[in-house]
């Protein structure tokens, strides 16, 4: 049974910083590429970034450069770092884990069949 566990949300300023962590269990995690979306009050999920099993990333336009994805195979946990926080970050977060092992780094939600419970994140202005 696959569970994935989100932590390190909050509250902060524009321009401020947060550490997203997201452990999972119940599968070998270095198998298996991992993805961070996002939801808003009155929108649809989206993507925010993905690590494949390699390593290799993946990030939506509009977090690059101020966000990084991470993971930790020895802890079974995958990480968002998220710097220069806009309102517009505002929203709650998901962790979630690839249905295929060894596969690219995925944006489509899916290409994903576990999902964290969230942890919101607030922005303020």
């Known amino acids: 049974q696959v569970q994935l566990v989100e932590s390190g949300g909050g509250l902060v300023q524009a321009g401020g910083s947060l550490r997203l962590s997201c452990v999972a269990s119940?599968?070998?995690?270095?198998?298996?590429?991992m993805g961070w979306f996002r939801q808003a009050p009155g929108k649809e999920r989206e993507f925010v970034a993905a690590?494949?099993?390699?390593?290799?990333?993946y990030y939506a336009d509009s977090v690059k450069g101020r966000f990084t994805i991470s993971r930790d195979n020895a802890k079974n946990t995958v990480y968002l770092q998220m710097n220069s926080l806009k309102p517009e970050d505002t929203a709650v977060y998901f962790c979630?884990?690839?249905?295929?092992?060894?596969?690219?780094?995925?944006?489509?939600?899916?290409?994903?069949?576990?999902w964290g419970q969230g942890t919101q994140v607030t922005v303020s202005s």
């Open positions: 690590v494949a099993w390699s390593g290799s990333t």
């Open positions: 119940g599968r070998t995690f270095s198998r298996y590429g």
């Open positions: 979630a884990q690839d249905s295929s092992s060894y596969s690219t780094a995925a944006y489509t939600a899916n290409r994903y069949g576990y």
